[in-house]
């Protein structure tokens, strides 16, 4: 199983960027996905879930309106669309997906699998 994170990068505020995941050895259908954080000297934290179908997704208070989560199984892709950037939005982005459950997803403890994280850094 992999999971592949990339699109981040340097931008400024205000700006968008799209965040894509790729996952490789899981059926598409069979995991829901979260996107998690880490900023600098901070602990890893939420930012945005979905589940396995899709259906229904959450969002940490602080991204809630700016950040929407979808996902793309025909092509077991998640996606993280995060608009009106903000400079606390740097940090390394990492997806994650939990098999075979839709419930508890903001807890890292769900997971059963990581990507490697990209980087967003947002200036001001």
């Known amino acids: 199983v992999q999971l592949q994170a990339f699109g981040g990068g340097l931008v400024q505020a205000g700006d968008s960027l799209r965040l894509s995941c790729a996952a490789s050895g899981l059926t598409s259908s069979s995991y829901s996905m979260g996107w998690f954080r880490q900023a600098p000297g901070k602990e890893r934290e939420f930012a945005a879930t979905?589940?396995?179908?899709?259906?229904?997704?959450s969002y940490a208070d602080s991204v809630k309106g700016r950040f929407t989560i979808s996902r793309d199984n025909a092509k077991n892709t998640v996606y993280l669309q995060m608009n009106s950037l903000k400079p606390e939005d740097t940090a390394v982005y990492y997806c994650?997906?939990?098999?075979?459950?839709?419930?508890?997803?903001?807890?890292?403890?769900?997971?059963?699998?990581w990507g490697q994280g990209t980087q967003v850094t947002v200036s001001s």
């Open positions: 979905i589940t396995r179908s899709g259906g229904r997704t």
């Open positions: 994650a997906a939990a098999v075979g459950t839709d419930s508890n997803l903001m807890y890292e403890y769900r997971y059963n699998f």
